[in-house]
């Protein structure tokens, strides 16, 4: 059974980095777009990143506005995994990470995504 497991959530500063990872197993998601998703207590879910395979060594990435420029979404087919690293953070990316895939293009909607992992938390502190 296919999953996703996410890790490198904790607490740190604001300005700071984290880096998130997905580890996929159960199947391989090299043809699957792949994306971040956070949720804030009390908000709805959120579109991060996403990043969609092309074939070869060529993805596509997309991210949300208020992460332009600080957030790197990337996957390494043959580990199985997708990274976030996230640099100067701010206090309002404080939420659970989640990682998602489905078959195609990446959307920004949470809703086209079929697989889903278990969430790590991160907390940024002002």
């Known amino acids: 059974q296919a999953q996703l497991v996410e890790s490198g959530g904790g607490l740190v500063q604001a300005g700071g980095s984290l880096r998130l990872s997905c580890a996929a197993s159960?199947?391989?998601?090299?043809?699957?777009?792949m994306g971040w998703f956070r949720q804030a207590p009390g908000k709805e879910r959120e579109f991060v990143a996403a990043?969609?395979?092309?074939?070869?060594?060529?993805?596509?990435?997309d991210y949300a506005d208020s992460v332009k420029g600080r957030f790197t979404i990337s996957r390494d087919n043959a580990k199985n995994t997708m990274y976030l690293q996230m640099n100067s953070l701010k206090p309002e990316d404080t939420a659970v990470y989640y990682c998602a895939a489905r078959r195609g293009r990446a959307t920004q909607s949470p809703n086209d995504y079929d697989y889903w992992g278990q969430g790590t938390q991160v907390t940024v502190s002002s």
């Open positions: 159960g199947r391989t998601f090299s043809g699957y777009a």
């Open positions: 990043i969609t395979w092309s074939g070869g060594i060529s993805y596509y990435a």
